[in-house]
T-cell receptor, first 115, second 114 residues
Framework: GAGVSQSPSNKVTEKGKDVELRCDPI?????LYWYRQRLGQGLEFLIY????????KSGLPSDRFSAERTGESVSTLTIQRTQQEDSAVYLC?????????????FGQGTRLTVV | AQSVSQHNHHVILSEAASLELGCNYS??????LFWYVQYPGQHLQLLLK??????LVKGIKGFEAEFIKSKFSFNLRKPSVQWSDTAEYFC????????????FGPGTRLSVLP
């Protein structure tokens, strides 16, 4: 597609429920990143996928968070047993190469509200 | 701890004023540097990037940034701001010795008064 697409754009969920967020990267981009942006704060790195290599999960805040990506296509970020502190905008980005060669292109984000 | 810092949380300027937003990082070794902008209601967009070469980088919309390796800085500048520059500005760093992801600063909110 023309840009990075994320769905849903907004999600309200009850505390304790699981949620799944989706990211469609730009076609042909090998790298995919997930970030979290809490209100009034900067971007917090969550996870990075590069082609078929093992993902860098070093930013995931707890084992309630997981992400998958099949090849160089769609990625899903799953948050299990959501907590109120999970409320944030979740941003996905894709890149044609690595951060050493290419900038990241961001989607509009999914605004998650846990009530 | 390794980090990216931005000097100002909120900057308020009048139109035609000059702008400089500070960005410092604490990583050693080779770094790749970026400035992103987020206009109200829009997604993050790249303003400019530095990988190598001339440390003075020109980006879109009249913005430029200078990489000063000795100061671990990558400050963003614009000689004359417009009301339409009102946005949140984020500095980002990829440090080649520390992984493949982008590390973002906390952001600086710029408000330009008409």
């Amino acid at each position: 597609g023309a840009g990075v697409s994320q769905s849903p754009s907004n999600k309200v969920t009850e505390k304790g429920k699981d949620v799944e967020l989706r990211c469609d990267p730009i076609s042909g981009h090998t790298a995919l990143y997930w970030y979290r942006q809490r209100l009034g704060q900067g971007l917090e790195f969550l996870i990075y996928f590069q082609g078929n290599s093992a993902p860098d999960k070093s930013g995931l805040p707890s084992d309630r968070f997981s992400a998958e990506r099949t090849g160089e296509s769609v990625s899903t970020l799953t948050i299990q047993r959501t907590q109120q502190e999970d409320s944030a905008v979740y941003l996905c980005a894709s890149s044609a190469g690595t951060a050493r060669t290419s900038e990241a292109f961001f989607g509009q984000g999914t605004r998650l509200t846990v009530v | 701890a390794q980090s990216v810092s931005q000097h100002n949380h909120h900057v308020i300027l009048s139109e035609a004023a000059s702008l400089e937003l500070g960005c410092n990082y604490s990583y050693g070794g080779t770094v790749n540097l970026f400035w992103y902008v987020q206009y109200p209601g829009q997604h993050l967009q790249l303003l400019l990037k530095y990988f190598s070469g001339d440390p003075l980088v020109k980006g879109i919309k009249g913005f430029e940034a200078e990489f000063i390796k000795s100061k671990f800085s990558f400050n963003l500048r614009k000689p004359s701001v417009q009301w339409s520059d009102t946005a949140e500005y984020f500095c980002a760093v990829n440090a080649e010795n520390y992984g493949q992801n982008f590390v973002f600063g906390p952001g600086t909110r710029l408000s330009v008064l008409p």
